[in-house]
């Protein structure tokens, strides 16, 4: 054999050689690339298991050869199996460039090539869409609605710098989790944003690798070494591609070869018989259409759970050994923590049938509601009193009996003339019983939240969720009222110069007030009609009026009353007086906002300053149940909270003495 000869016989088995023991990136050739993401490694008592999934991304069909499949760990080969990858959660992430030299065209170029991508990829694929500009970001978390995709993309508009390391590592952040994951990158250029590029670039691929992300690039109308280089080492932290396009249908083109890559996805295992755990070094090679390919990594073996499906030629585990029937009974009821779903389903299913119940269901007409509905239809507008005869034969015969006992229990109780006034202040369309029900069903649902969401602490979450359910109501009625009775207010000096006009014009008061109830908004000409129709059944205007005042719980109504009934007794022109009183109220009203302007610091601190401690309680209750719950499984910890308890009520009535300022 000749000199020739040997030279050329060594050249060719070093390219051979370079073939099959490829980096830790995939092998890629012009027409077939392998990348390798969701390696699991699992460890029994009797054996390991390594499994993960192996993409193709090619312009043609391939298959990946069984045969060739090998896999070492530790340099010790073990035989891997290959089967259709079984369904994943698969995740992808657009990471569109929109710096200014994308422009107009480039634009309309990522529109067409991310419908293509949209419409190519397979339908359980949850796709996000990521731009970089000035700033990077993600614009929408992963989602299978694709019309939300592409409205997302069809909105992007070209301006700026490229901050493209910042992007990779938003998209990589937002697709962290088990599964297979992937990103499809198109740029024009280099990062022109970042401090330090080499350790931003840095930065970014070590977090594609630690995700077990695989990016397939295009290279968008650029040759830029320096964006060259970055996009190359994005591509090559797992298996990825790099696509030079230079027009739209180059990009849409390499957008749909990376949306079949997904449809071309098969999944290995591999049993090794002896139990491992800890780190451990692995090396998959194999061999895709024509193409050699090979992953050298590092992977931790974890215990496997017993309920883990076994891949296929892995030993059988040995078979459990029954427990004594004196060890079983000596385990006593099951915890309360085992039964939680039972339980908080159980309540949660209670509450909804409870509120469906009495909110699809016509209610009882009780003889006061009767007289309420006899005046009714005296008022004027578009106010239509309802029969509710004609509903009863609908009616539930245990909602019927439902509500009858809430009233019951509501008609002795000192607090429902208090809660009636705020419900009628707030125009909501419930009576005691209604009311009293709706409370129930807040406690029940508040509870069976509160135990869900605990996490370990069932109890107290239980505990915390009904005290919460049984506030929110109140607060939420006092709330609803408080914000109809300021806007009642607001609205009355312009009602009161409406009336003033309506005088001067020749009309009488109760023609003035049938203008304001035709004519005014929501809820003063409510309120008005009201009043006018008790006025039509006998009742003296100026009474009809204080009861809009004690309603509304208005100071602004009681002097406008006052100024009415003063007007009637010494004489005046009644015009004038309501003119100068809404003039009065506007004044104020105008003081009052100064007032809340200056104070608004101090509110908002207080209400911080409130908020705090029970939000960081809640969020340590989550992260750091065993810490937290010393508080309440100990003598110290029971004292320090009702110290806590305590001092926050202080705390609170003082700082809201401080930041109350009466007007």
Not at 201 to 230: C, H, M, Q, Y
Not at 268 to 297: C, D, M, Q, W
Not at 501 to 508: A, E, I, K, M, P
Request: proline fraction near 4%.
């Amino acid at each position: 054999m000749n000199v020739v000869t040997r030279r050329l016989l060594v050249g060719v088995a070093a390219a051979a050689t370079c073939l099959v023991l490829l980096p830790a990136g995939a092998a890629q050739a012009d027409d077939v690339s392998v990348g390798l993401s969701n390696v699991k490694a699992t460890s029994s008592g009797t054996g390991s298991t390594v499994t993960g999934v192996i993409t193709l991304r090619s312009k043609v069909d391939v298959q990946l050869s069984p045969q060739s499949l090998k896999l070492l760990v530790d340099n010790e080969p073990f035989p891997a199996t290959v089967k259709q990858a079984a369904k994943l959660d698969r995740r992808a992430m657009l990471v569109i460039d929109t710096s200014g030299s994308m422009g107009a065209q480039g634009m309309a170029t990522v529109r067409k090539a991310s419908a293509t991508y949209l419409g190519t990829v397979s339908t359980d694929v949850k796709v996000g869409v990521a731009s970089f500009a000035n700033t990077a970001g993600v614009d929408l978390a992963p989602t299978l609605d694709r019309a939300a995709a592409q409205r997302v993309i069809n909105g992007l508009e070209s301006r700026g710098d490229t901050s493209l390391y910042a992007a990779m590592q938003s998209a990589a952040a937002v697709l962290g989790g088990s599964g297979d994951r992937s990103i499809v990158l198109l740029s024009d250029g280099a990062d022109t944003t970042a401090d330090n590029k080499a350790l931003a670039l840095k930065s970014a691929v070590a977090k594609l690798k630690a995700g077990g992300i695989r990016v397939d690039v295009v290279r968008f109308n650029t040759n830029d070494p320096e964006a060259t280089k970055a996009l190359q080492a994005f591509a090559d932290a797992n298996g990825g591609t790099v696509v030079a396009a230079d027009n739209g249908a180059a990009v849409s083109a390499a957008f749909a070869a990376s949306a079949q890559a997904l449809n071309r996805q098969v999944q290995f295992s591999s049993a090794i018989p002896k139990p491992l755990t800890g780190p451990h070094s692995y090396e998959i090679s194999g061999v895709a259409g024509n193409t050699p390919f090979g992953f050298s990594r590092e992977v931790t073996f974890t215990a496997a759970s017993a309920a883990a499906p076994r891949p296929s030629g892995s030993p059988s585990p040995a078979p459990a050994v029954a427990a004594p029937a004196s060890a079983a009974a000596s385990l006593g009821p099951v915890p309360i923590t085992d039964r939680t779903p039972y339980i908080a389903g159980g309540l949660l299913a209670l509450g909804l049938f409870v509120m469906l119940g009495t909110s699809l269901m016509p209610t009882l007409e009780t003889k006061r509601e009767r007289r309420v509905a006899s005046i009714d239809s005296y008022v004027v507008g578009d106010v239509v009193a309802l029969s509710r005869q004609e509903m009863k034969a609908a009616q539930s015969t245990i909602t019927a009996q439902l509500l009858d006992m809430g009233d019951r229990v509501m008609k002795d109780r000192k607090s429902t003339s208090r809660t009636m006034a705020l419900i009628e202040r707030a125009d909501l369309p419930f009576r005691a019983g209604e009311w009293l029900v709706l409370r129930v069903v807040a406690v029940i649902v508040g509870a069976a939240v509160g135990m869900v969401l605990a996490g370990e602490g069932k109890a107290l979450g239980l505990l915390l969720g009904g005290v919460l359910g049984l506030l929110v109501m109140p607060g939420g009625l006092r709330f609803v009222a408080s914000r109809r009775a300021r806007k009642f207010e607001a609205q009355l000096p312009q009602i009161l110069l409406l009336i003033s006009t309506s005088l001067r014009s020749g009309f009488g008061l109760p023609q003035a007030l049938d203008a304001v109830a035709r004519d005014a908004a929501e809820p003063a000409g409510k309120e008005f009609s009201r009043a006018l129709a008790e006025t039509r059944i006998g009742t003296d205007i100026s009474d009809a009026l204080e009861r809009v005042a004690v309603r509304m719980e208005s100071k602004s109504m009681h002097w406008t009353v006052m100024a009415i009934r003063i007007q009637r007794e010494v004489g005046g022109n009644l015009a004038d007086t309501l003119r100068t009183t809404a003039g009065t109220l506007r004044e104020r009203e105008s003081l009052h906002r100064q007032v809340a302007t200056l104070s608004a610091e101090g509110r908002l601190s207080a209400y911080i300053l409130v908020a705090l401690p029970i939000f960081i309680f809640i969020y340590m209750t989550r992260v750091n149940y065993e810490y937290v719950s010393l508080l309440w499984t100990t003598t110290v910890g029971l004292f320090m909270s009702v110290g806590g308890v305590v001092s926050l009520g202080v705390g609170i009535i003082w700082m809201r003495q401080v930041v109350k300022i009466e007007v």
